[in-house]
């Protein structure tokens, strides 16, 4: 079995030599920028991590995890695209450094190479690798719509929220985790287990994710703090400071939830100082941890020896700064 880091290795020159450089350069300068910010690069990791787990060559998924990454990379592109983020990762996105044309054009591109690079090898399971990946494509957009949707109703719930997190955030990680193990022939019913695990992992990161965009420090984060409430975002800190406060402080949020001034500041203090107050950090903690946990459980039920789980446990705990 390889570990975590040998597995990451990889992954680093899986990328380091490929080559997304090609004609016309408008189109994929882009493409080659975004991909060279790197990331953590946790969805090829774990699909080759999967594979590894239950025996499989990692040869022959390596384009599989090219292609997740890519994708993934093309949903940040449109992504920041409809946010109007400024940053990813520290630097200017790609509709900033060029222009939204051009962010369209090679987002839509790199959904295509996505499936290019699957295409680059044949496996027995690739009718179901396609299936799986297809469907996890379609519901990572089922999922920003309905973020959209949220923007302009003030009765979301809590469920309606982690459902729409499932499918826009966690879907991807559960879907490259159940592509890996497809690619290593895994047991139906374990791979129906780390699915479920990845799933889980999924809303613990994302919910990591809300709580950074509030707490966390730029210069570690790669992004603004502060865009969900400044763009009105029902993320999970928001809904579990409607569910905990009182009349004053639920009409003072959705009051500010209703407009988008010109110098958001105030509301961001005004809304940060509510959470501080309804202790919704400490809640969200709570939560982050019983869905992580929930996923380990789900890894504890595949029936392979321990040995065999290590790398997967280490890097979902990684994934929100656990240490194992």
Not at 40 to 65: H, N, Q, V
Not at 195 to 213: C, E, P, S, T, V
Request: charged share 25%; with cysteine.
């Amino acid at each position: 079995m390889l570990t975590v880091n040998e597995i990451q290795n990889m992954v680093k020159k899986l990328f380091e030599n490929e080559n997304f450089i090609h004609e016309p350069k408008e189109l994929y300068d882009p493409i080659d920028y975004t991909l060279a910010l790197g990331g953590k690069r946790l969805r090829p990791t774990l699909l080759l991590a999967a594979c590894d787990m239950f025996g499989g060559d990692i040869a022959e998924a390596s384009s599989a995890a090219v292609g997740i990454e890519v994708f993934h990379n093309f949903t940040l592109l449109h992504d920041d695209l409809m946010d109007k983020s400024p940053l990813r990762r520290g630097k200017e996105t790609v509709y900033r450094r060029w222009d939204e044309n051009t962010a369209i054009l090679s987002g839509d591109t790199m959904f295509a190479m996505a499936y290019q690079y699957f295409l680059k090898g044949w496996h027995p399971n690739m009718e179901a690798i396609l299936k799986t990946f297809t469907q996890t494509a379609i519901g990572v957009c089922d999922g920003q719509q309905y973020d959209m949707n949220f923007e302009n109703r003030n009765d979301v719930s809590i469920p309606e929220y982690m459902k729409m997190i499932e499918m826009k955030t966690a879907i991807l990680l559960a879907g490259a985790m159940k592509i890996g193990a497809l690619y290593a022939n895994a047991p139906a019913q374990d791979i129906e287990r780390l699915y479920r695990a990845g799933i889980n992992i999924g809303l613990a990161f994302q919910l990591q994710d809300d709580l950074l965009d509030v707490y966390g420090d730029v210069s570690v984060f790669g992004k603004q703090t502060g865009t969900d409430i400044k763009d009105n975002k029902k993320t999970y800190l928001y809904l579990k400071a409607l569910e905990n406060a009182d009349k004053k402080q639920r009409d003072t949020l959705l009051e500010l939830f209703g407009t988008t001034p010109e110098n958001p500041e105030k509301k961001i203090h005004t809304v940060i100082n509510i959470y501080n107050n309804l202790n919704i950090k400490d809640l969200t903690e709570k939560e982050i941890n019983k869905l992580i946990e929930n996923g380990l459980e789900h890894i504890h039920e595949i029936s392979l020896h321990e040995e065999h789980k290590e790398a997967m446990k280490i890097i979902a705990n990684q994934l929100l700064g656990r240490k194992i």
